[in-house]
């Protein structure tokens, strides 16, 4: 499925209407104990693969991490690791809309929920230790992605803060052209 994902998510409208995709996609890395962000082609929004091989061209000696937040309605952590990539859906029913969370379900190697047994609360797929070192413990994280009172760019500002990047996010985020 990765690499097969449209530019867009099919929404409303009726069958094959397809709207482009809001949210904002920005890399951190970590040098020398350093945060840096730069912003992501708005086409990792909608494509993992297009994510994944930004963020393995930044080739930093130190962390290395993805933020998506796709279209006010989920996000997603991607962290390339030796051998592959870390990652970290905060709701696996967005797979049923949305390329770019089915294309993380696949890597994961899960299925994409079925329609008729999902209910109204989202959960998580993935890997929640993915931040461990750099301060967000698993069940830190887990709690953090299941405050469903937050919208997805919130709860990332939220992990972004404990992990000391919240400022370098926020100047990437506030001057990314509105979508």
Do not use: H, K
Not at 9 to 14: D, E, K
Request: net charge negative; glycine share 8%; charged share 25%.
């Amino acid at each position: 499925m990765a690499g097969q994902g449209a530019q867009a998510a099919p929404r409303g409208g009726g069958q094959g209407t397809v709207v482009p995709l809001d949210g904002w996609a920005v890399a951190v890395t970590r040098e020398e104990g350093r945060w840096r962000a730069v912003p992501m082609d708005r086409t990792a929004l909608a494509d993992l693969d297009t994510a994944i091989t930004a963020l393995r061209a930044l080739r930093s000696t130190g962390a290395v991490i993805g933020l998506l937040d796709v279209d006010d309605e989920f996000f997603v952590l991607v962290r390339p690791v030796p051998g592959g990539v870390s990652l970290l859906l905060s709701d696996a029913v967005a797979a049923l809309d949305y390329d770019v969370a089915a294309d993380v379900l696949d890597l994961l190697r899960l299925d994409v929920p079925e329609e008729d047994e999902v209910d109204d609360d989202p959960w998580p797929e993935g890997d929640l230790g993915m931040l461990s070192d750099l301060g967000v413990p698993a069940d830190e994280l887990a709690v953090l992605v299941d405050e469903i009172d937050l919208y997805p760019d919130e709860q990332l500002t939220a992990i972004a803060r404990r992990c000391g990047f919240a400022d370098e996010l926020a100047r990437i985020v506030e001057t990314a052209p509105a979508s």
